[in-house]
T-cell receptor, first 113, second 111 residues
Framework: NAGVTQTPKFQVLKTGQSMTLQCAQDMNHEYMSWYRQDPGMGLRLIHY???????DQGEVPNGYNVSRSTTEDFPLRLLSAAPSQTSVYFCASQGPAAEETQYFGPGTRLLVL | GEDVEQSLFLSVREGDSSVINCTYT??????LYWYKQEPGAGLQLLTY?????DMKQDQRLTVLLNKKDKHLSLRIADTQTGDSAIYFCAESIGGYQKVTFGIGRKLQVIP
């Protein structure tokens, strides 16, 4: 199993550009989520999904869209990038029980100029 | 949302014990987790404790939970240089696996 994969690993955008951060998992997990990690602020939940076709907002959803057309994929879209979205983005997936571990991807480092 | 508080830095000598503390504010949490993040990598779950437990030991790791004070700690015995990382406490606060993370504590192990 590849686990959770994310692409790209690093991206530079100009303000106003759009892009999609890709996330995929091969563990047949229903639950997937996106976090952003900023210095001194830990991880903050952006959006999450409890299964194909179902998404919901986390703590900091503004400026981001998600969709879940398949169990495997959970892309995160930035429609109009802003410097405040400079961060490291992590995708995670988890099995159905709360004690199961969240598997994190390696992260995407995004710089918005 | 609820807050999970952690202070930032800890430096210990190799072979000593490390204790990393965390304070959370939501008494309705069900599971409390400790994650480790090595440089340039995602988070890895180290251990977790269910909210009706006071202590859990897993090899070099001991988790203590004080629900009255909403205090969670992680003790690492015989700390090794490979333990150098950022450690996050986290809790599930309801809903479907919604997890709230603390800001992280950087552990530096001095050889």
């Amino acid at each position: 199993n590849a686990g959770v994969t994310q692409t790209p690993k690093f991206q530079v955008l100009k303000t106003g550009q759009s892009m999609t951060l890709q996330c995929a998992q091969d563990m047949n997990h229903e639950y997937m989520s996106w976090y952003r990690q900023d210095p001194g602020m830990g991880l903050r939940l952006i959006h999450y999904s409890v299964g194909a076709g179902i998404t919901d907002q986390g703590e900091v959803p503004n400026g981001y869209n998600v969709s879940r057309s398949t169990t495997e994929d959970f892309p995160l879209r930035l429609l109009s990038a802003a410097p405040s979205q400079t961060s490291v983005y992590f995708c995670a997936s988890q099995g159905p029980a709360a004690e199961e571990t969240q598997y994190f991807g390696p992260g995407t480092r995004l710089l918005v100029l | 949302g609820e807050d999970v508080e952690q202070s930032l830095f800890l430096s210990v000598r190799e072979g000593d014990s490390s204790v990393i503390n965390c304070t959370y504010t939501d008494s309705s949490s069900t599971y409390l987790y400790w994650y480790k993040q090595e440089p340039g990598a995602g988070l890895q779950l180290l251990t977790y404790i269910f909210s009706n437990m006071d202590m859990k030991q897993d090899q070099r790791l001991t988790v203590l939970l004080n629900k009255k004070d909403k205090h969670l700690s992680l003790r690492i015995a015989d700390t090794q240089t490979g333990d150098s990382a950022i450690y996050f406490c986290a809790e599930s606060i309801g809903g479907y696996q919604k997890v709230t993370f603390g800001i992280g504590r950087k552990l530096q192990v001095i050889p």
